[in-house]
């Protein structure tokens, strides 16, 4: 059957079967990132412990947070509980793009803030500038490479998007400009932005930053999920007890252990493949040689960077949550999303058919309604608290460290004086609404991607509620 007038690129010229099929044989189901980089191991939480700050959870908020506070104060008796392993979910198993936009985008900073856009464009920066200096004056070894970015057109609607988003540091490339950066039939324009975004090897920042915190007084728990907060900041473990004067949560997807925010975030899985490593022919066939992070502009769209070995993580396309909000370790392996993106990743690069895959994996994504991270504080001011990053967070856990340390200090800044910072998302519903809305919106997102990204009467209204999405 040949494809429809409103099919996608993904679909008109997708490879042979046996192509995928090959592909995908040697795959299996490892994180490539956590496997390159082993780490540190720390212990338990045992007995009756007080300190001046509690940092709960191990990946990069929690990171940021305990190492900019002890560089703060170094007397402070900062510690930190992981309930599994420093950099184990999504701080380990991201895709290593370090995006200076706090808002998720610039479409979703204007609309949500226009007037005070310009100052969350200008914090965003100042807090990669940040990044990339920590990393300079500790000798973090992350891999971290300050090389740009590449937002692609695969279909020809979406080149005025791009246009949209020219600038002093963003170029309009046209099909002859983007081909002759990255050689690929489905790369109809590229949108090449120079400062603004960097590449990191997500398990080494995340073990980077736990020895800088070692380094510098940090006291790290493995294994020592908090299970609640009683009065105060008592924060219950399997094995031990840690009272603290003030605490900060970086719970990330996981349930919080606050109430008021059990609502305000939804787990939703994203899908990943690693290629083996290029050979010299293969990598000289797609050129890339400014190795800049590429995403498309599609609503399910795809993203995929080089690493330092030359293999080339591609993923994202399928989002998918699972009824009542579950995280669980089965949800990572699912066989026709790994097909479907093997069959797109040889529609993008058909000339590298024969390469195969190493590493397949999934990560659960802190997803909330306005599609960028929020902030708060409870208990009197004792605790805080930073989530909801949807997926482009890499970056902005080291701002959402700063502003949970601004709040916990009762400290007036301009990050604190923020509408983004004040302002808190629209609650997901419970089930069976939260279902059966996330996978209406999912369903209008791919109509909209096959009608030339046409919203329908769905999509509308989110956007007229400030609950829509783009990209």
Known sequence: MSPSRNSTVFERTRPD???????????????FWTEDAPGDRYPRLHGDVSCDLAVVGGGYTGLWTALLAKREDPSARVVLLEGRRVGWAASGRNGGFCEASLTHGDDNGRSRWPGEFDELQRLGMRNLDEIEAI?????LDAEFERNGALDVATEEYQIEGLRESEGPDATLLDRDAVQTLVHSPTYQAGLLRRRDSALI??????????????????EIFEHSPVESIGDGTVLETPAGTLRSRRTALATNVFPSLLRRNRLATVP????????EPLTPAQRASIGWEGRQGIGDSANQFHYCRLTADDR?????????????????????????????????FFTTFPQLE????????????????????????????????????????VAATHFGAKVMLDLLAGRATERTSLEMVRTRPVPVPPEPAASIGIALTRWSLDQADHRAGHRNAFLRALDAVGMGFDS
Not at 206 to 217: D, K, N, P, Q, W
Not at 268 to 275: A, E, F, G, I, K
Not at 358 to 381: K, L, M, N, P, V
């Open 201 to 218: 090897h997500p398990a080494k920042l995340a073990r980077a930053l736990a020895r800088a915190c070692i380094e510098v007084g940090v």
């Open 312 to 344: 080339i993580l591609f993923g994202g396309y399928d989002a998918v949550y699972h009824y009542g909000g579950r995280v669980r370790q089965e949800y990572e392996e699912r066989p026709e999303t790994y097909r479907r993106l093997a069959g797109h």
């Open 135 to 139: 990393v300079a004056e500790l000798g």
């Open 17 to 31: 079967d046996a192509v995928v099929r090959h592909a995908l044989a040697p795959s299996r189901q490892a994180v």
């Open 268 to 275: 939703v899985y994203d899908y990943v493949l690693m290629t």
């Open 354 to 393: 024969g390469l195969t895959f190493t590493h397949r994996w999934a990560g659960a994504i802190d997803t909330c309604s306005r599609f960028c991270a929020f902030f708060g504080s409870a208990r009197q001011g004792r605790v805080a608290y930073a989530a909801g990053y949807t997926g482009l967070g």
